[in-house]
């Protein structure tokens, strides 16, 4: 059932463990009720150290909570097997992060193609869809070229082109400006913030004020918690 919320947290913490006998809890999260509406574009904003990052793993569902439920699509996903969180997570999700996490070994060309590879999409299809998607981030006649042969921004490109491999329904990208110049940085937002107007929800954890101020809504969080009147 399709439910106005594409993902939503309820109650969720989440404690750390560390230490050599694992004695040391760090909350990371502490009762975060969240609702993240299909379509819009949200920025997430707070120190180091809040819990930004966390929050956007457990909304990936590259992390569970310790407590409380989190819900894709209405569907409580926080007991599913890992099989069902990795499908959920390739052809769902797409995820931007700040150092690229871009495979050295291939191509931009390859590393597009590749959750399309798990997706299992045909060869021919798949090769079709990442040259688009590349020409769409401006890359097309860098499609050979490997991470290594690429500047910053080109990699943030291929890194966008390859979320939006498997057409998602939801976009997490955390702090994606954070390494590159106020000019590249801007270009990179515009194509995050043009994949919304096409229809992808865009959730971005940021420091930067410029990026929040695109969004169309902003929430901050503290100590694990979202503090309050924090929408704008």
Not at 101 to 110: E, H, R, Y
Not at 195 to 215: C, I, K, Q, S, Y
């Amino acid at each position: 059932m399709r439910t106005e919320a594409i993902v939503a947290l309820e109650g969720v913490w989440k404690v750390y463990r560390m230490g050599r006998r694992r004695r040391i809890e760090v909350e990371a999260l502490r009762g975060v009720d969240l609702q993240v509406t299909r379509g819009e574009f949200l920025a997430v904003m707070g120190p180091s150290g809040s819990g930004k990052s966390t929050l956007l793993h457990l909304m990936g569902c590259l992390d569970r909570p310790t407590k409380g439920r989190v819900l894709f699509e209405g569907e409580d996903v926080t007991r599913l097997k890992p099989s069902a969180l990795a499908r959920i997570r390739n052809r769902r999700v797409g995820f931007v992060f700040q150092s690229f996490n871009l495979s050295p070994t291939l191509t931009a060309l390859g590393n597009v193609e590749l959750p399309m590879i798990f997706a299992g999409v045909p060869r021919k299809e798949r090769l079709a869809r990442a040259r688009e998607l590349l020409g769409k981030v401006g890359l097309r006649e860098r499609e050979r070229h490997l991470p290594s042969e690429l500047s910053g921004g080109e990699q943030q490109r291929v890194a966008i082109a390859r979320a939006l491999a498997n057409s998602p329904d939801l976009l997490l990208a955390d702090e994606p400006t954070g390494n590159l110049d106020t000019e590249t940085g801007r270009g990179i937002l515009s194509l995050l913030s043009e994949a919304n107007r096409e229809g992808v929800t865009l959730v971005v954890v940021t420091h930067d004020p410029e990026v929040a101020a695109t969004a169309g809504r902003r929430l901050r969080i503290r100590d694990g918690r979202i503090a309050e009147g924090s929408d704008a």
